[in-house]
């Protein structure tokens, strides 16, 4: 990689999720540090006056930069996108239509500034997953709204430096999982998070751990079949073909016996499979990151926080890491896709003496 790409200031947007929520105020407390403007330029989806509204509330001491569009964002500067005009109603903790609303006015206006290069990354605050619900977005989250938007095939990897959990299945009815499942699902599931691990992660040869979908990993058949007839016999074969595969483990002990430090990530069949002990073992420094996208996404493990919103009581420290997460993957992906592409030209000009 050059230098000019080195020193290049990476422009990371920020959708604003719940303003009843917890959202802004992380997102501002964050950037209240001025060191953090030496990593990135941050742009906020949003409007002056919420934004405004919001740091007065909470007795956060920041300036910003009002600017038409994420293109014109200035560099050291908090920025903020005029989204909207009005001044809307916000009722901190919580849930309401209104809030839904314009969680999905930033979360539109910032995905569509990153289809079109306005900004590299994008860090999204959280959003509850009923008041967003309306007629033209009808997504259970944002991975499943990315998904649709972006290019790719995601997956929902949550990630600290320490552990990496990826789920199979996300935000589906437990009753639906085993369903769900299937050998081509395991199959592009593993792929995306092998590819990942490599792009994103800088691991070359990625160590792959797979968790049963039932109790013991069905018990030889004895709680289901579904581990011998999909899960065991998906896993033999990509090992078979070089991949570093391994399970179905035993979900119960995998964490408590610290069988996890033995793998790069693991691939988890449901969403409380995975994230009760990711959550358990990460909380507050996990990351929601959507591998397998064409551009990078990451989010805070935590979700809207009601209980606490408008108190000033919420730590900064999970959106902290997803905007340090995001910056990292978004450096590692550059670098993976210059050292790739220089192979594939030494490669042709191999063949092209």
Not at 63 to 83: E, L, P, R, T
Not at 86 to 97: A, D, R, V, W
Not at 150 to 177: N, P, Q, Y
């Amino acid at each position: 990689m050059d230098s000019k790409q080195e020193k290049k200031k990476i422009k990371l947007g920020i959708s604003i999720g719940d303003l009843n929520g917890i959202g802004c105020e992380v997102a501002l407390k964050t950037f209240e540090d001025n060191r953090m403007l030496d990593f990135c330029t941050p742009v906020l989806f949003a409007s002056n006056k919420t934004i405004s509204h919001q740091k007065q509330a909470l007795d956060i001491p920041i300036n910003f930069n009002g600017v038409h569009s994420a293109a014109k964002a200035v560099d050291g500067k908090i920025n903020v996108v005029n989204v909207w005009k009005e001044m809307p109603t916000i009722e901190f903790g919580k849930s309401t239509e209104e809030g839904g609303k314009y969680a999905i006015k930033s979360l539109r206006a910032a995905v569509t500034a990153l289809k079109n290069n306005e900004i590299d990354a994008l860090v999204t605050a959280p959003i509850n997953k009923n008041n967003i619900q309306a007629e033209d977005f009808k997504f259970p989250g944002h991975t499943d709204y990315l998904a649709k938007e972006l290019e790719g095939e995601s997956l929902m990897f949550m990630v600290t430096d320490e552990l990496r959990v990826g789920l199979m299945t996300d935000h589906i009815a437990v009753k639906d999982v085993a369903n769900a499942i299937t050998t081509k699902l395991i199959k592009d599931k593993v792929a995306t998070m092998a590819k990942s691990l490599r792009m994103d992660f800088g691991i070359r040869k990625p160590k792959i751990a797979i968790l049963g979908i039932n109790p013991h990993s069905g018990d030889n058949g004895v709680i289901g079949e579904e581990d011998d007839a999909i899960v065991r016999p998906i896993v033999k074969a990509l090992f078979e073909n070089g991949e570093l595969v391994y399970g179905p483990y035993s979900a119960d002990s995998f964490f408590g016996s610290n069988a996890h430090q033995n793998f790069d990530a693991i691939l988890a069949a449901y969403h409380d499979q995975g994230l009760i002990p990711f959550k358990t073992l990460s909380f507050g420094k996990g990351v929601n990151f959507t591998a397998g996208l064409k551009k990078v996404r990451t989010s805070p493990d935590h979700g809207t926080a009601y209980e606490i919103a408008g108190g000033g009581k919420a730590d900064e420290s999970s959106f902290k890491e997803a905007v340090f997460a995001a910056i990292h993957i978004y450096r590692n992906r550059e670098e993976y896709n210059e050292l790739t592409k220089n192979a594939l030209k030494k490669q042709k000009l191999r063949r092209n003496p």
